[in-house]
């Protein structure tokens, strides 16, 4: 089984779409709706909440929020002397 190339899903063997970009990259998909988001629409799979892609941005977003900065360690490390 192969991948859709845009939303990330899984694509039974005898279904979906495969393209061929002019230099040789093959593109799978799963739905006509991500094949027309991706080439008709030009979107990015990460901006779309549907996608498996958009979770994968969202949990790298959240790692990088809760990691405290340097000037608020530094802080918090004066006031417990």
């Known amino acids: 089984m192969?991948?859709?190339?845009f939303c990330g899903?899984?694509?039974p063997r005898g279904t979906g779409t495969v393209y061929v970009l002019k230099t040789?990259?093959?593109?799978?998909?799963?739905k006509s709706k991500c094949e027309r988001n991706m080439l008709r629409?030009?979107?990015k799979a990460r901006n779309l909440?549907?996608?498996?892609?958009?979770?994968?941005?969202?949990?790298k977003?959240?790692?990088a929020a809760e990691e405290p900065?340097?000037?608020?360690k530094d802080s918090l490390e004066?006031?417990?002397d």
Do not use: A, M, P, Q
């Not at 040789?24 to 799963?30: H, R």
């Open 2 to 5: 192969v991948d859709c190339s």
């Open 9 to 11: 899903n899984n694509v």
């Open 49 to 59: 909440k549907w996608t498996k892609h958009y979770e994968k941005g969202i949990k």
């Open 61 to 63: 977003e959240n790692v």
């Open 24 to 30: 040789g990259k093959v593109l799978n998909f799963d």
């Open 78 to 80: 004066e006031d417990g």
């Open 41 to 43: 629409l030009k979107r």
């Open 69 to 72: 900065l340097v000037g608020e």
